[in-house]
């Protein structure tokens, strides 16, 4: 499966790096994070040991459908479908229609978390 790295950076620099990239004053390296977390917090919220085991539950059982996820997990529809549109947010998971059912896939399964720091 695939490796994504991840980053760590303020809304604030997020956000001046989006400018700097629009007015072509930077230009994003291939090796760097493609998924940006604000806070090493916001991050563990997203890869929780709960969203974790979802994740491996998809890769191991390949549910045809979120009904089918649904009895896999015991989790309410609602709180799987909140949980898996943010995942894919994030570029983690991809959710697809295939014969009438939204099926989830996962699309990275191992993860490099990039941050630092510097000097005002």
């Known amino acids: ?6 980053g760590i950076m303020s809304k604030e620099e997020y ?3 989006t400018i700097d990239i ?4 930077y230009v994003p390296k291939t090796n760097e ?11 563990a919220q997203i890869l929780s ?3 974790q085991a979802l994740l491996k539950t998809i890769l191991d059982n390949k549910p045809k ?3 089918e996820l649904e009895a896999l997990t015991g989790r309410a529809k609602s709180n799987l479908s909140r949980t898996l549109k ?11 229609k295939s014969n009438n059912a939204l099926v989830a896939e996962v699309k990275a399964t191992h993860f490099k978390v990039e941050f630092g720091f510097e000097a005002a």
């Open 49 to 51: 040991n709960e969203n």
């Open 65 to 67: 459908s979120l009904k």
């Open 22 to 25: 629009a007015r072509g004053l």
């Open 33 to 43: 994070p493609k998924i940006w977390f604000e806070s090493m917090k916001s991050m």
């Open 86 to 96: 943010t995942l894919e947010r994030y570029g983690i998971v991809e959710l697809h």
């Open 15 to 17: 956000k001046q790096r």
């Open 1 to 6: 499966m695939k490796t994504v790295r991840v």
